[in-house]
């Protein structure tokens, strides 16, 4: 949960560095809230037309992780040594997503890259 709430806290800063542990840890926490909110959406009948799935929480909700979850993409790309940038391949089908997915899951630089330190030579927690 402290990756997830870590993310919040620097949803402002686009400097540093992200290893892949807290990257994943906040993907896999905003998942999980995210379908109890679209969960939620559907108990409580709140959807957006009776088709959809998608409801008010469920956009509430993305609409306030959306500038942390840029933020983390961005530091765990400088871990890899990329730009953050590089994010802006999600808009390219297939090859852009695949890019972007090896890049996010790549192993980080060891010891400093051009955007810092390694990650865990900074914070000692």
Partial sequence: ????????????????RARRKEYWMFVAYQALFGATALLLDNVLGITLDDESAVGYTFLMYMLAVLMPNISAGTRRLHDVNRSGLNLLAAFVPVVGWAWLLYLLCADGTPGPNRYGLAYHKVFAY
């Avoid at 949960?1 to 540093?16: E, I, Q, W």
């Fill in 1 to 16: 949960m402290r990756y997830f709430l870590r993310a919040f806290d620097k949803f402002g800063v686009f400097t540093g």
